[in-house]
Structures are given as C-alpha cells and as structure tokens.
C-alpha cells in the first residue's frame, strides 16, 4: 500500500513537472505572437568574440563610438565585442563583409547611412533592406559647417561670398557619401554653387581645411569642438531637425531661414538578412541595458555624442527616411 501511494506520488509530481513545462512553452508562445513574433532576448548567446566591423578608420566618431559599445557590451555580458576597421568604397567594403557572413550573430556592422549612401551613390545594388536592422545606440545631429572665423565669421558672410563668386568656394567632402549629399542640399536650399573638394574621410577634410585652402568643412561636433573652442573654427549652421544642446547657440538651416533638414547621424546596427530574431533581441536587450548605465551615457556624452536607443523597429523607420531623402537629392541632380 505505501508503495502504490509512492508511485502516485511520483507520477502526481512528473505530470505536475510536465505541465508545468507545458504551461511555460505556451507562455512564450503567447508572449511570441503579442510581441509580433520576437524571441526572448535570453534564447541565444554568442558562440565566440563578436566582430563590430566599421565602415571608418581609427579615431573618428563611428570608430569611437562602437568602442564605447564594445566595452561596455564585455563588461555585461562577459563575451569580447572587437572592434575591425574596414574603411573604402562609400562603406560597402564593411557592408558587404556582414553582408556575406554567416548570420550567427558573431558579426555586425554599425555606422550610420552608409548602407544607403553607397547605394544611391551606384557603389552598391542594395539598400538597408539588404539587412536585418537591429538596435540603435548614439546620435550627432546633421553634420555642420564650419568656416574659418577671421574669414567667414556667420552664415550670412559665407552666403554672400558664394553669391559674388558662385562656383569658387571650396567645400570638402567625399564625393558619393554622407556629406556629399548634404552639401548638394546645402547649396539648392541656399542658392549657392560650391566647388566640390573630394577630400576622404573626417580627418582628411580637417587635414585639407587647416591647410587654408578649403571654405566649408562638413563635419561632427566631436572632431572640431576643439577647433571652435580655440577660435580657429567657427560653426555657421547645421540642417538637424531641430536644434541640440550639443551645439549651443547655432542656429539649424531652418531657424537661419534655410529650409534644410537632413539626417541625423544615427549610428545603429546591422546585420545579415537571415540572422534569427533572437540574435536581433539579445542585441536589442544589451544596447538599452548599455543606454540606461548613467556610465556610459556620461562616457558617449562626454565624446559629444547623444545616447540615442531605438529599437530595431524604430530604427528601420529611421533608414528609411535616410534612404528616402538621399535618394531624392540624387534624382533631382540626375534630372538637371
């Protein structure tokens, strides 16, 4: 008799065990559709070191910043997060290294617009929609102008420069990116013509605009604040869509009487197409824990650098606009 009752008791506790388990599927399950389909942020983890690979040299804002994300991601999660430098081509030589990787989530890229310049510009076939967006984590606004303060000393000098000698101000840019885009805008929004210096990446056009031979530098606040401080550089205006504490006491294109508005730099995360949603919400998960650490918000800050998290959602929302935008500046070029 108390060994019936023992068995009972053992298979009371197995079917209590399995239901149990069963109750727990159907919870996720439930909590997988309300939340459109997402995985729980905690089914997957790194097999080995993550690769963040960078459309950019050493040194400059994209470089910096993910290495703020990879310190802080090692620090949470224990895995290591490297940082690989892979600069050219308009950022397609990074892109299309993510691209071709296997989507085990052990390699992402992060920056901000590349994706969708080199694709207007013609470097490349494919969009943003050639990957699966993950999280964004920092933001500068539109990048600004800067002029030579004993030179052009405010917008308005600089604009009735460029009237009186349309097409002899040099601007430095790099010719099919980022600010190549921007300039173009610049100088429709403002009636004015440039002469456009293909001058590379951020350093190279601080390089050519202290050699004194360029008159507009389109740049982050993180790489000339120093320039503005010692009053070498001065920042005439900025086409964000709204003024940043940032940059106090600049007015943006709009306020100035320009209408101008352009993307912000919104650096964020992308990854191959067939990397599974898990992957995406673990990453998702460790940037908005990464966000909420008054630490790291107090180190991308003290970079001049906005902590910006936006969900992969949001931040899909944030690559289109980018594509949208860029790609009409370029169709109206293409039909003059």
């Known amino acids: ?61 994209t470089d910096l910043s993910a290495r703020v994300f ?24 990074a892109a299309n290294q993510v691209r071709s990787a296997k989507p085990d989530g052990t390699t992402c890229l992060y920056g901000h617009a590349l994706v969708n310049v080199a694709n207007v510009a013609g470097v490349t076939d494919y969009n943003y929609t050639a990957f699966k967006i993950g999280p964004s984590f920092a933001l500068e606004p539109a990048q600004q102008f800067y002029t030579f303060k004993d030179k052009y000393p405010d917008l308005k000098s600089f604009i009735d420069a460029a009237k009186a000698n349309p097409g002899k101000l040099k601007a430095c840019t790099e010719v099919g990116a980022y600010t190549y885009y921007e300039l173009l805008a610049f100088q429709k929004a403002a009636g004015i013509q440039l002469d ?49 504490d940032l940059i106090k006491g600049v007015k943006t294109c709009k306020e100035a009487g320009i209408n101008m508005v352009y993307p912000n730099q919104e650096f964020s995360f992308y990854f191959p197409k067939d990397t599974p949603d898990n992957v995406i919400a673990f990453y998702d998960k460790l940037t908005k824990s990464i966000i909420d650490d008054p630490e790291a918000q107090k180190t991308l800050t003290g970079m001049s650098m906005i902590p910006n ?28």
Do not use: H
């Not at 080995?48 to 804002?61: F, H, M, N, T």
């Not at 008159?215 to 550089?233: E, H, I, M, Q, R």
């Open 70 to 93: 990879a310190k802080y991601a090692k620090a949470k999660t224990g895995f290591d997060f490297v940082v690989v430098n892979a600069n050219g081509a308009a950022g397609s030589v």
């Open 1 to 61: 008799m108390k060994k019936r009752k023992l068995v009972l008791s053992v298979l009371c506790a197995l079917a209590i065990a399995v239901a149990g388990c069963g109750g727990d599927d159907a919870a996720k399950g439930g909590a997988a559709k309300a939340d459109g389909g997402k995985a729980a942020a905690g089914d997957w983890k790194p097999s080995g070191a993550i690769s963040i690979v960078v459309p950019a040299g050493a040194g400059g804002d």
């Open 309 to 336: 998290y936006k969900n992969p959602a949001d931040t899909e929302k944030v690559e289109k606009f980018t594509y949208d935008t860029i790609k009409k500046i370029a169709d109206e070029l293409a039909k003059k």
């Open 196 to 244: 456009m210096v293909d001058a590379g990446s951020t350093a190279d056009k601080i390089t050519a605009m202290l050699s004194g031979q360029i008159d507009l530098l389109p740049a982050p606040w993180v790489n000339c604040k120093d320039y503005v401080t010692s009053g070498k550089f001065v920042c005439i205006t900025y086409p964000a869509d709204k003024a940043y």
